[in-house]
């Protein structure tokens, strides 16, 4: 149909639907969504969590136990395998839920007239009859009829399968086309290549022709990232490794020893329980679900969980300018014409205010383009605010003090939407071209100027134009033709315009963005800005913000001329970078990795898209970021603030630093009950813990305080250290040898303890007692020495802990007195009540951990400042 009958038809206008008429409609027709897949069911995933080596194992060792008649290890192994996969459930549950939160805070909004004003509103608030607009970079939010289109390109793949993006237009199609035919029609789904159009909603939801592909794609959220992979692979092997030695050790006492078989399982049972460490897997994804939780708490939202571990050991930081280093709030403040500089006086987007200076034959014409030449709009809620580009919104108020009509503005008869690639707009009214764009793009097209006879002096207006932008401003030409056609396109700005003026703008820096700059250098992170801008207010603002070199410029022209490996260099000692295109980030990005750092680099536009998925860690802009610079990246900033990327560096290393800590506590204390049981085995002695006792410790005591890792908040001094190197393996050198030595310690204590005990006379009972407190209040000292992989650990602040860790110290004492003294458990156990005398021994040998292991720490610092040692 034709646009006006299906406006007509959908019983609205050019000025869109009003917002009583869209609430009714969005009663009729739902919400503009698609029907969710189908989830896995709960019984579904709770299944998935016994698919586990693990478990498998200890599944088997239940049965052999049962057969073999003994019921109290068959029923207590399986009320691990139940409890294991309970929690596991639960954690992902949550998990879950916290990713999905994420997109919500994700979710797409749509530009749409209502009430014949520009609105921003959620996608899922369409109705058939708003008329949406679109432009390069949405992805479009409903099936559109179009009703204007300026050079509107979309790529339809996901639709049609064609992967080249195809031209739009408003003509008719014939009834029945194909899908891909229909030309003058968006559809929900696609993504907008270039261009910007605008068009009425036709359907939305299921009734879309997305809507109706039944099978579609599902995106799968793994809570995984590349340490948890490494470490789960870790886990398999060492699960192969213990049954292995397992065997070994039931072939040694069975042949060897002559142990029978019965017995000599159940040590092995005990054994398999005892190495394997089955609170690992569950307490890494609740370390880092945490973690995207703190992130999102501070507007840096992860799209790809990997990318939290990149994000910690991010080295490089490209930075957008405008709206992240800057706070994109525009105002104009200085206008240039033929007749010399004027001031602009005002009160932010307010379109009323006073320029300096008698009056200028030239204001006019300056304040029609720029009030036509424009996009935005401004609202008056309160205070002003705009729909749309702050820039041009900012023109629109200069238009307002200049009394030009900024309100009530006719349609242009043709658009050449603006474009970074060539840095202007320019709209056709009436009989005149009206241009605005970049003085670099402009000046070469302009023969001369407003009021003055004769050629334009191009030097003058470009030394005008760098004056300016030296103090920091934003410089814009202004520029008109008269123009009889009805089209427009590039070739009609080549040449014969007239230069009406230049306008600057300021955007001052974010103060927040300030400290944050100083923080990453603190943090050995180079901070580097790849603006569109001009070369001048570049450096002015680079200079504002405390980057490291802001003298040095390199603009997309230099960088044109450089071949691939002369950029490497010149990237790594430049922090600014102007006039840049979308394709100069991504030769850029590649420069800066080659000699191995690890860039997250931010962007916004559609072109944008290559250079995010290129860098470790792509960073797109929530706010003023188009849908495609969204989906290319790893993490998007909420709120556009270079701060907020600084802090999800920060929170990177935390998480980092406390999965970490995760796998240093949890190895080496199931290392200490593996070693003390084939100790007892290979020297023929009595079992110090039995394989029921181990079970307790590491599915209680052990998840609970491990558990508390996951809480650590960032240790201080976490910025000021340099980034880790992208490939430094989780088990540093420092790791492994303390989780030995540490397996070690725990050892001696369990056995010491065991055979102390034994030595005074104590039951059997009571001596196995005394070994399961001693390996929990061991286990507890080592969580705070733990706590702080960077300081020393018997501090003030060390000893308080966090709530998280008190917390789970009150749960294991608890625990543990039950097990100690509660008759139900102690019959199932096989343990007996200590006395005071008893405990404190079980105490003492944590505080002799702690003592150890602070001396180690300490002498690890003074190996680390030694130039041969490893940093851990
Ligand atoms: P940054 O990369 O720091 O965010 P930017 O995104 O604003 O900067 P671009 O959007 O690529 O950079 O703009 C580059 C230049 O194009 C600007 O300096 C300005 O001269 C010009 N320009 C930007 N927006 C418009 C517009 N809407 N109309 C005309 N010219 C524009």
Not at 525 to 550: C, E, N, S
Not at 709 to 731: D, S, T, Y
Request: hydrophobic share 50%; net charge neutral.
């Amino acid at each position: 149909m034709p646009a006006d009958a299906v406006l007509q038809a959908l019983g609205t206008d050019g000025r869109g639907l009003s917002a009583t008429e869209a609430a009714a409609r969005l009663e009729r027709h739902g919400p503009n969504r698609l029907p969710e897949p189908p989830r896995p069911s709960a019984l579904a995933r709770l299944a998935r969590q016994f698919a586990n080596l693990l478990i498998v194992v200890l599944i088997l060792a239940a049965v052999i136990t049962a057969l073999l008649g003994h019921w109290v290890d068959t029923g207590v192994i399986l009320a691990v395998v139940v409890l294991n996969g309970v929690i596991g459930f639960v954690q992902e549950g949550r998990a879950e839920q916290a990713l999905e939160a994420l997109r919500d805070m994700l979710a797409p909004r749509a530009a749409v007239l209502r009430d014949g004003a520009r609105l921003s509103v959620d996608a899922v608030h369409l109705v058939p009859g708003d008329i949406v607009l679109i432009e390069a970079g949405d992805r479009v939010p409903a099936d559109l009829r179009l009703i204007a289109v300026a050079n509107l390109t979309a790529e339809e793949a996901m639709l049609t399968g064609e992967s080249l993006p195809v031209r739009k237009g408003l003509a008719r199609v014939a009834v029945g086309a194909p899908l891909g035919d229909r030309a003058a029609m968006a559809f929900s789904g696609t993504m907008i290549a270039q261009g910007t159009g605008a068009g009425v909603v036709v359907a939305t939801g299921a009734a879309t022709q997305i809507g109706q592909i039944s099978h579609m794609m599902q995106s799968v959220t793994v809570l995984t990232t590349p340490l948890i992979a490494q470490m789960s692979r870790f886990a398999r092997v060492l699960t192969g490794f213990v049954l292995v030695v397992a065997a070994l050790v039931l072939a040694f006492t069975t042949l060897l020893r002559g142990t029978p078989f019965a017995e000599a399982f159940i040590v092995v049972v005990g054994l398999i329980v005892a190495a394997i460490p089955e609170g690992l897997p569950a307490v890494l994804t609740v370390t880092l679900a945490i973690g995207v939780q703190r992130m999102a708490g501070r507007h840096a939202i992860i799209r790809r969980l990997p990318s939290i571990e990149t994000l910690g050991a991010v080295s490089v930081i490209c930075s957008d300018k405008t709206g992240t280093l800057t706070r994109n709030e525009m105002v104009v403040t200085r206008i240039a014409t033929a007749r010399g500089d004027a001031e602009v006086a005002g009160d932010g987007y307010a379109p009323e205010g006073t320029v300096g200076g008698t009056d200028d034959p030239a204001w006019p014409a300056l304040g029609r383009i720029a009030a036509l030449c424009n996009t935005a709009q401004l609202r008056h809620d309160g205070s002003w605010r705009v729909e749309g580009d702050p820039m041009e919104g900012a023109l629109l108020a200069l238009a307002g003090k200049l009394g030009a009509p900024w309100q009530d503005r006719p349609a242009p008869r043709a658009t050449i939407p603006f474009d970074a690639r060539y840095r202007y707009m320019a709209v056709l009214d009436q009989e005149m071209i009206l241009a605005k764009g970049a003085p670099e793009a402009l000046l070469a097209r302009c023969d001369r100027a407003l009021g003055v006879d004769g050629p334009l002096d191009r030097p003058a207006w470009e030394g005008r134009a760098e004056a300016i932008a030296r103090q920091g401003m934003r410089v814009l030409a202004l520029a008109h033709k008269p123009h009889d056609a009805a089209t427009l396109d590039h070739g009609d700005l080549d040449g014969g315009l007239v230069l009406v003026g230049l306008v600057g703008l300021i955007d001052p820096p974010r103060p927040e963005a300030i400290a944050a700059v100083a923080d990453c250098r603190r943090a050995g992170i180079a901070v580097k800005m790849i603006t569109g801008d001009h070369a001048g207010t570049a450096a002015a603002i680079g200079r504002q913000i405390g980057l490291a070199r802001p003298d040095r410029v390199l603009t997309g022209a230099d960088i044109d001329a450089l071949d691939d490996d002369a950029l490497i260099g010149a990237a790594d000692r430049t922090d600014i970078f102007a006039r840049t295109s979308p394709e100069h980030k991504l030769r850029l990005v590649m420069a800066l990795q080659a000699p191995g750092a690890v860039v997250a680099m931010t962007g916004d536009g559609v072109n944008d898209a290559p250079a995010l998925k290129r860098a470790d860690a792509g960073i797109a802009m929530g706010r003023k970021g188009s849908q495609a610079a969204r989906e290319a990246s790893d993490l998007v900033l909420a709120d556009d603030n270079f701060a907020s990327i600084a802090e999800a560096v920060r929170q990177g290393r935390t998480v980092y630093d406390n999965l970490k800590k995760v796998i240093a506590f949890l190895l080496p204390v199931n290392g200490g009950e593996s070693m003390s049981l084939i100790v007892a085995v290979l020297f023929g002695l009595i079992l110090p813990i039995t394989p029921l006792q181990i079970l307790w410790v590491n599915m209680l005591s052990s998840v609970a305080l491990a558990m508390a890792l996951a809480f650590e908040p960032p240790e201080r001094g976490v910025m000021a250290r340099p980034p880790r190197p992208a490939h430094a393996p989780i088990l540093s050198r420092f790791v492994l040898w303390r989780v030995m030595l540490v397996s070690v310690l725990f050892t001696l204590g369990i056995f010491g303890q065991f055979q102390a005990a034994m030595a005074w006379g104590a039951d059997l009972d009571v001596a196995r007692t005394m070994a399961v407190n001693t390996l929990v209040a061991m286990e507890v000292f080592y969580l705070f020495s733990v706590r702080y992989r960077h300081g020393a650990s018997a501090t003030l602040q060390g000893a308080q802990g966090t709530p998280a860790v008190l917390i789970a110290l009150a749960v294991v004492v608890a625990l543990q007195v039950l097990l100690t003294y509660a008759p139900p458990l102690r019959m199932l156990f096989g343990t007996a009540p200590l006395s005071l005398g008893q405990l404190a021994a079980c105490v003492g040998a944590g505080v002799l951990l702690l003592a150890v292991l602070e001396i180690d720490k300490r002498a690890a610092a003074l190996w680390r400042r030694n130039p041969t040692g490893e940093s851990a």
